[in-house]
């Protein structure tokens, strides 16, 4: 398969699809040609404002039109693009444009009653930036709106973005994409344009997207799934694309039947959730076709639920990570419920995955080991960090996934639990080092040990063990509010406990082990 980049997606969308229906975002529709020449002059107001090929360019915001419009033009104008995630504060927003240098951010004033740009200024962040642009929202004084930003567009010929946009090359970096880890500080995996495209023309010929689908994205775009699977998978089906900034059964259910809905991804919980809803039977559903999940194990009866219930004719699992540009395994449209339901589904094309031991030769089928992936879909490296990045990719090219997983014989994998600490939260990785890092900023907390436990709706939830610093009393439904204020609501803990001491080993490292069983107790 010929690899491609980016930009050259969006020309080959607008020449295949043309006046096919790219977008609906509220009132705005937009065909494929007028998408292209949005992104276009995107690329151009970046270029007048002096964006090189390979500066970074961010996107904080919510799925709206106007980010994917920002993101796909920072592509074709050589630059690189730092999604960040909306649940992040200022501070956590503000350590990833420092460390990128991001010279723009596009950004909104007014989602969920949050104000994006004023979170930086109160937490002293984001002074390196050249500009800020609103998307939406009210435009706070040094600020520039979206509109005067693309004015600027008019000052650069478009045979000049052209060139820019050709220039881009197949193992150019397209995306930096911050994964937390086990040290607590966020890694940036460096995502190459050629990968990322051609994971992504697999994922969408496995899954069955086509040019006739309604995809409804509730899945963020700045995660993986919803930029790569949801954003580029549409320029390369014509498939059209239906933004969804927040997600509520109501809204969503209503969306499906007004907008004919065909394809709607997410992890389980959605499902369940619109499942449980008393309104389910009240909407016309019958356009459903198609879904994706995964994150979280996804129960049998569930699987027929989707397909009685709603309607679905596809179900289909899969799994990956952001090192792999999001995509590693899958199960096939014409799996049997039995294997969606308990497996990851299969290799995709042309990448290996493997079940290794300490050793790393691979185990016996049916026997637990490491999950290692090698392939054209894997990151070039993580950004600034050559040592992580050589622990997380070995000399023979497997990336070491950290988790733990079983293949059966014809090479369907099972996730069953992680080396790392990490838990999954309604479909967000939390990783308790990077968790009890930010708590222990905490007057009142001297040590803090957090252990994902099982959480019906969301899979898992954060429980924090602290104890407290010397003569004090922390109140654990504070803990609560103060976590909740200070970190994206995802990584914070539902439920504090506090203790004397945490047990440790004989080499002074915390048992969670023994914390997890105490946490389910206190469930």
């Known amino acids: 398969m010929p690899e491609t ?10 020449e295949r699809f043309g006046d096919h229906e790219a977008f609906v975002d509220g009132d705005l529709r937009c065909s494929y040609a007028a998408y292209r020449d949005r992104i276009r ?5 970046l270029m007048a404002r002096g964006v090189e090929p390979g500066d970074c360019v961010a996107v904080w915001a919510p799925n709206v039109a106007e980010w994917a419009v920002a993101a796909l033009g920072a592509h074709c104008a050589g630059a690189t693009l730092v999604p960040i995630n909306t649940r992040f504060k200022g501070r956590e927003a503000g350590d990833l444009l420092d460390r990128t240098s991001a010279k723009v951010l596009f950004t909104v004033t007014d989602f969920l009653d949050t104000d994006y740009v004023a979170l930086l200024a109160e937490a002293g962040a984001g002074g390196g930036l050249e500009e800020t642009v609103v998307l939406r929202g009210s435009v706070p004084p040094g600020c520039t709106s979206w509109d005067d930003f693309l004015a600027a567009a008019a000052g650069v010929d478009d045979a000049d973005r052209a060139a820019r946009s050709a220039a881009v090359g197949p193992d150019d970096c397209c995306h930096v994409m911050f994964t937390s880890g086990t040290t607590g500080a966020p890694k940036g995996a460096m995502l190459r344009h050629g990968a990322v495209c051609r994971a992504f023309r697999s994922w969408s010929d496995v899954v069955g997207l086509r040019r006739d689908d309604r995809y409804l994205v509730v899945n963020p775009f700045f995660h993986a799934f919803g930029l790569n699977s949801g954003i580029l998978a549409c320029l390369i089906t014509g498939a059209t694309l239906v933004p969804h900034p927040v997600f509520d059964v109501p809204a969503v259910m209503a969306r499906v039947a007004e907008e004919r809905i065909s394809m709607l991804p997410g992890p389980p919980a959605i499902y369940q959730t619109i499942l449980n809803h008393p309104d389910v039977g009240d909407l016309d559903l019958s356009s459903l076709r198609l879904a994706v999940t995964g994150a979280a194990p996804v129960p049998v009866p569930l699987i027929h639920a989707m397909r009685d219930t709603l309607g679905f004719e596809t179900v289909i699992t899969g799994y990956g990570l952001t090192e792999a540009s999001g995509i590693a395994t899958m199960c096939r449209h ?5 294997v969606i339901s308990a497996t990851s589904g299969r290799a995709i094309d042309d990448v290996e995955v493997l079940v290794v031991g300490p050793d790393g030769a691979e185990v016996p089928r049916g026997e637990p080991g490491e999950v290692v992936v090698r392939g054209y879909n894997l990151m070039s490296g ?3 960090d050559p040592g992580q990045t050589a622990e997380a990719i070995d000399a023979d090219g497997w990336l070491h996934t950290g988790d733990i997983g079983v293949m059966d014989e014809a090479g369907y994998l099972d996730i069953t639990d992680r080396l790392k600490d990490m838990f999954i939260n309604g479909g967000f990785n939390v990783y308790p080092a990077e968790v009890e890092g930010l708590l222990l ?7 803090v040990a957090v252990v994902g436990v099982p959480d019906e709706r969301l899979g898992e939830v954060g429980m924090a063990f602290v104890v407290p610093a010397s003569g004090c009393s922390p109140d654990p439904d504070d803990l609560v509010a103060w976590a909740r204020a200070e970190m994206a609501n995802y990584k914070s803990p539902r439920r504090f406990a506090v203790v004397d001491a945490l047990p440790t080993n004989a080499s002074g490292k915390v048992l969670k082990v023994e914390l997890r069983q105490r946490a389910t107790g206190a469930n």
Not at 5 to 14: F, H
């Open 5 to 14: 980049t980016i930009p050259r997606l969006v020309d080959e969308a607008a």
């Open 41 to 45: 002059e995107a690329a151009r107001a």
């Open 334 to 338: 014409d799996d049997p419920p039995e």
């Open 382 to 384: 993580y950004l600034d």
């Open 441 to 447: 900023a905490h007057p009142e907390i001297a040590q």
